[in-house]
């Protein structure tokens, strides 16, 4: 069971916005900067968000994310059949002095 | 363009060794803390260890303490990961990942393609 609780699964339509959620503790999302990383059937994680809201170069807007104490959320936008993927929030776990990601939520664009 | 170039995996059997390299390219390798994440088949990521830029801090997964070993050799732009003790449970593919800029040592930048580990008699 992983210290960052996601939801397993979320879904939208086409051109639609969705959110998901990361919820853990003053120990890692409370007192630290938060990560999202999608994950493509097939491929290597690809880092979509970090220090809570910024995006690498190349990602685009449609993806966002916040941070309000113990939780974050990453909100995806303009929803494409591209964007079906597995999507993690990562951290740093200051009592555990780990990496910590969630479980992990399965995004499918119907 | 970063490089990050997982080998060393394969099937051994269960409290058997491996030595999985991570050879990086095209960036200072000796600037940046780089980590291994592992991904057990149809399963999420699980973050395993790190190593700072000089290769004095380390950290590891209480799963994996006692048992795995992380190490550079800069000279070689090159990351060791030392898997002893195998458990059918460390079956996964294992990623190879650097820091997003030299000042992070926690957010994950770049990704290997990684590489697969079965542990099975």
């Known amino acids: 069971q992983s210290v960052l609780t996601q939801p397993p699964s979320v879904s939208a339509a086409p051109g639609q916005k969705v959110t998901i959620s990361c919820s853990g503790s003053s120990s890692n999302i409370g007192n630290n900067y938060v990560s999202w990383y999608q994950q493509l059937p097939g491929t290597a994680p690809k880092l979509l968000i970090y220090d809570n809201n910024k995006r690498p170069s190349g990602i685009p807007d449609r993806f966002s994310g916040s941070k309000s104490g113990t939780s974050a959320t990453l909100g995806i936008t303009g929803l494409q059949t591209g964007d079906e993927a597995d999507y993690y929030c990562?951290?740093?776990?200051?009592?555990?002095?780990?990496?910590?990601f969630g479980g992990g939520t399965k995004l499918s664009v119907l | 363009e970063v490089q990050l170039v997982e080998s060393g995996g394969g099937l051994v059997q269960p409290g058997g060794s491996l030595r999985l390299s991570c050879a990086a390219s095209?960036?200072?390798?000796?600037?940046?803390?780089i980590h291994w994440v592992r991904q057990a088949p149809g399963k999420g990521l699980v973050w395993v260890s790190r190593i700072n830029r000089d290769g004095s801090t380390t950290n590891y997964a209480d799963s994996v303490k006692g048992r795995f070993t992380i190490s550079r050799d800069n000279a070689k732009n090159t990351v060791y990961l030392q898997v002893n003790s195998l458990r059918a449970e460390d079956t996964a593919l294992y990623y190879c990942?650097?820091?997003?800029?030299?000042?992070?040592?926690?957010?994950?930048?770049?990704w290997g393609q990684g590489s697969l580990v079965t542990v099975s008699s």
């Open positions: 095209g960036f200072t390798f000796s600037n940046y803390w």
């Open positions: 990562g951290t740093w776990d200051s009592s555990l002095s780990a990496v910590m």
């Open positions: 990942a650097r820091g997003l800029s030299e000042s992070y040592t926690y957010t994950l930048g770049y």
